[in-house]
């Protein structure tokens, strides 16, 4: 099932100065990667409001939101994957414990069954 809305936190990050964190200056972004089970469809929807005004106050941006999955290897994926990018950890660790995801984080106890890791992506040239 794929979701292609827009707004906020969907469109690229436009306003976040990215800093390089590796010599020669290189940037390294990272991912928050969610697989996600909705529990309660009208409290999952009032999560993602909540969630994507948080993900764009912190500078981060959706680069997978639920898109069709094809397993290639090992056990099949039953729920959703959410892949977010933000410039870097310290940036997802903050959107994570921000006031701004509180209300979204409480509700999603309720909403939703995931596991969420957070991913240091690999240095690229700017």
């Not at 996600?36 to 941006?61: I, Q």
């Amino acid at each position: 099932m794929s979701d292609r809305r827009s707004g906020p936190g969907s469109g690229p990050i436009e306003d976040v100065e990215r800093k390089p964190a590796w010599p020669g200056g290189k940037t390294v972004e990272a991912y928050v990667i969610s697989e996600v089970e909705a529990l309660d469809p009208e409290l999952f929807e009032k999560y993602r409001e909540l969630a994507n005004a948080a993900v764009a106050k912190h500078g981060g941006r959706y680069i997978v939101r639920g898109g069709a999955i094809e397993t290639v290897e090992g056990e099949n994926s039953t729920g959703r994957i959410v892949i977010i990018e933000f410039p870097g950890m310290e940036a997802a660790r903050e959107w994570y414990r921000s006031a701004e995801y509180a209300e979204a984080l409480a509700l999603s106890r309720r909403a939703l069954k995931r596991r969420l890791i957070f991913v240091k992506g690999a240095p690229h040239s700017p």
